[in-house]
């Protein structure tokens, strides 16, 4: 088990070089120079060389490659001797406990990752991600809380119904679920319940989890977080009944499925205590996939909702050409899916020992 847990984390951190690598690469190659971003369009030669010698944009590609791996990895190695390199261990940017000396200079440090400066702001990228992300982490919980609950109960009835008018509605339901895209359904969504129904409802079609009153300051407003969940879950929830309804309907033409219904169990003990336990596998693994997906997919939805999530802060991002936001953003969703990932092959291991030999 331990080898086969610790494969898996290789992998993963494989996974998270490879995405690593392509970011840089990728956002190293658009136009736009960060100096300019920062000071404006009329900013001085000598000011524009300073930015791109105090951000490292001066050096060769490869070595600002081995920069931002080096910021990025926990444990790394920096000068704490010499101010003007690169490489300089900065209280301002590290937060870090020595592990060992390396020569006069150098030194191997355990640390936070660094993910870089807005460009924008000039606030830290992690400070900034810490902020937005529990919004977007609690979007796409409740979301998929939604679908799950939804998917599996419906799936379900429509496996016991099998070709009633239930079971084509919800198919139908389903496609059009998967077809229709977020925005548009969260138009739909927030001008219907947000405008038209508004006085029925009581809800906005713009808000975030928080908000803030003159009088009491800061107040958690879950009911801002009904209609963008909803918005967001209705894809994952379509897949889910679908697959719900599948596996179901394969479970229960199993041998032993025949022989409980033979020893006269009802049907409720049939598919509580036989049935559900074989037939969550494959939505196990859809909705694990999907809870990452949700996260990094959240944008179109926080825009049309105003949530003030990560979503809505890279789109800022993307417009201000704000480079470090936007790798960074993307990182931690890359870093998230694959925990996710090896999180879940883990307890298919443990659940199911053969997997652990496949």
């Known amino acids: 088990m331990i080898k086969f847990i610790t494969k898996k984390i290789l992998y993963g951190i494989l996974v998270l070089f490879g995405v690593i690598t392509v970011i840089f690469f990728l956002f190293n190659v658009l136009p736009g120079d960060p100096a300019t971003i920062m000071l404006g369009q009329h900013a001085n030669k000598e000011s524009v060389d300073a930015i ?28 704490y001797v010499n101010t003007k390199s690169h490489w300089y261990l900065d209280p301002a940017k590290y937060s870090w406990k020595s592990l060992m000396t390396l020569g006069k200079q ?23 991600i810490k902020e937005t992300l529990p919004e977007t982490a609690v979007l796409a919980f409740s979301s998929i809380v939604i679908a799950s609950v939804l998917g599996i109960f419906l799936g379900i009835v429509s496996a016991i119904r099998r070709n009633s008018f239930y079971d084509r509605m919800s198919l139908v339901l ?32 713009t808000g975030s989890l928080y908000d803030i009153d003159v009088w009491d300051g800061e107040k ?14 209705i894809r994952p929830l379509a897949i889910v009944v679908q697959l719900m309804r599948s596996s179901m ?8 499925i025949r022989t409980a219904k033979a020893k006269g169990l009802s ?31 959240a944008l179109f939805v926080e825009i049309i909702f105003s949530w003030k999530g990560i979503g809505n802060e890279v789109f800022e991002a993307l417009t201000k050409n704000d480079l470090p936001v936007v790798m960074g953003a993307t990182l931690i ?8 990932n090896i999180v879940v092959d883990i307890v298919y291991g443990v659940l199911d020992p053969r997997v652990r030999f496949k």
Request: hydrophobic share 50%; glycine share 6%; no cysteine.
């Open 52 to 79: 791109h010698k105090d951000l490292g944009t001066d050096r060769p590609i490869m070595e600002q490659y081995a920069l931002y791996l080096n910021d990025l990895s926990p444990i790394s190695i920096h000068d």
């Open 106 to 128: 150098k030194v191997m440090v355990l640390k936070v990752p660094y993910l870089r400066r807005s460009y924008i702001s000039k606030r830290p990228v992690s400070d900034i």
């Open 174 to 205: 389903a496609v059009l679920g998967m077809a229709a895209p977020s925005f548009f359904v969260g138009l739909i969504i927030a001008w219907l319940f947000g405008y038209v129904l508004r006085d029925y409802t009581g809800l906005t079609p």
């Open 220 to 233: 958690l407003m879950f009911k801002n977080l009904i209609l963008p969940s909803i918005t967001l879950g």
């Open 249 to 256: 309907l394969d479970v229960m033409s199993q041998d032993y």
């Open 267 to 297: 049907l409720y003990k049939i598919i509580i205590k036989h049935a559900l336990k074989n037939a969550l596998n494959p939505v196990v693994t859809a909705i694990s996939g999907w809870f990452a997906g949700l996260m990094a997919g």
């Open 333 to 340: 969703f890359a870093t998230i899916f694959v925990f996710i």
